[in-house]
């Protein structure tokens, strides 16, 4: 089974291959920073540092929410915090595969 961890906390979580990361670890206690779980608020976000490509691709509102993200960092702290992020958001991406994430917060 994948392994989802989290690298602030040094917590680790298998999960079931193909769930969707916040509902996997929701399901297991552990409740990450959410709004809408449709895709659009951008509230769950979350830097994927290892693994990215053992998610799912991002559909195209996931997309959109991504891109609307990243405009918010670029104003709120500019474009060098984007430098190496790889953002996702936890209610959309699905498992595949190990990862280790950080959730993100507003700046
Ligand atoms: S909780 Fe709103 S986009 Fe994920």
Same mark, same amino acid.
């Given at each position: 089974?994948?392994? #989802? +961890? @989290?690298?602030?906390? =040094?917590? $680790?979580?298998?999960? *079931?291959? !193909?769930?969707?990361?916040?509902? &996997?670890?929701? %399901?297991?206690?552990?409740?990450?920073?959410?709004?809408?779980?449709?895709?659009?608020?951008?509230?769950?976000?979350?830097? #994927? +540092? @290892?693994?990215?490509? =053992?998610? $799912?691709?991002?559909? *195209?509102? !996931?997309?959109?929410?991504?891109? &609307?993200?990243? %405009?918010?960092?670029?104003?709120?702290?500019?474009?060098?915090?984007?430098?190496?992020?790889?953002?996702?958001?936890?209610?959309?991406?699905?498992?595949?595969?190990?990862?280790?994430?950080?959730?993100?917060?507003?700046?």
């Amino acid at each position: 089974m994948p392994r #989802v +961890s @989290l690298s602030e906390s =040094n917590q $680790s979580f298998e999960v *079931a291959a !193909e769930s969707v990361i916040y509902d &996997a670890l929701s %399901d297991q206690g552990l409740d990450l920073p959410h709004g809408c779980l449709a895709g659009s608020c951008g509230a769950c976000r979350i830097h #994927v +540092s @290892l693994g990215s490509e =053992n998610l $799912s691709p991002a559909g *195209a509102i !996931e997309k959109n929410t991504i891109e &609307a993200i990243q %405009d918010e960092y670029r104003k709120s702290v500019g474009e060098e915090f984007l430098k190496d992020k790889h953002i996702r958001l936890s209610c959309r991406a699905r498992v595949k595969g190990d990862v280790t994430i950080t959730p993100l917060s507003r700046k």
